[in-house]
């Protein structure tokens, strides 16, 4: 089954690290770029940051950079977002998101995981 | 980077009804313009691609429109199970940025 998993959420205090992972199957992970989307409670879709297949192009939205680290392991099928200094209004569901075409690397997504809730709160 | 507005931020209308969200670039993205569709508690689902471009599964009351800076999205016959929040998003170069919602729901 093409899948993606989220995982690594939790509860974290302002200023506190978390790192989140995205287990991909049923697909060949390798050729697709991948992304992160972020959705604060009740709030809407925020594009998070953007991961080529061979790691050679990264982006982030302006709200994470210099925090936020965008990784991935095409040996495990897997996607990565390592999080520092995080910040109230980081507080949302994050999903691993996959776009339809592999030789379109920032094309639409039509492949999201369930999400994995980070809250960050003291 | 370009920024995407959407309007209204929500409606209300009757089962039956014609239903129009407008969606706006603050610069030309040619039809490079998507549309999703979030249930309550449901991940995102995707519509539309290529501004009219209807995704394999999708019921064809709904239709896409516009190029350049202007989009719309239309539901020709609302029914019950379009209650949901409608997200444009521009897309084909970094940032692939959202569109701040249009929720839906029946009168």
């Known amino acids: 089954e093409v899948q993606l998993v989220e995982s690594g959420g939790g509860l974290v205090k302002p200023g506190g690290s978390l790192r989140l992972s995205c287990a991909a199957s049923g697909f060949t992970f390798s050729s697709y770029s991948m992304n992160w989307v972020r959705q604060a409670p009740g709030k809407g879709l925020e594009w998070v940051s953007f991961i080529s297949s061979s790691s050679s192009y990264i982006h982030y939205a302006d709200s994470v950079k210099g925090r936020f680290t965008i990784s991935r392991d095409n040996a495990q099928n897997s996607l990565y977002l390592q999080m520092n200094s995080l910040r109230a209004e980081d507080t949302a569901v994050y999903y691993c998101a996959r776009p339809t075409s592999p030789h379109n690397p920032y094309w639409y997504f039509d492949l999201w995981g369930r999400g994995t809730l980070v809250t960050v709160s003291s | 980077d370009i920024q995407m507005t959407q309007s209204p931020s929500s409606l209300s209308a009757s089962v039956g009804d014609r239903v129009t969200i407008t969606c706006r670039a603050s610069?030309?993205?040619?039809?490079?313009l998507a549309w999703y569709q979030q249930k309550p508690g449901k991940i995102p689902k995707l519509l539309i691609y290529?501004?009219?471009t209807l995704q394999s599964g999708v019921p064809s009351r709904f239709s896409g429109s516009g190029s350049g800076t202007d989009f719309t999205l239309t539901i020709s016959s609302l029914q019950p199970e379009d209650v949901a929040t409608y997200y444009c998003q521009k897309y084909n170069s970094a940032p692939q940025t959202f569109g701040p919602g249009t929720k839906v729901d029946i009168k």
């Open positions: 290529a501004a009219s």
């Open positions: 610069q030309g993205i040619s039809n490079y």
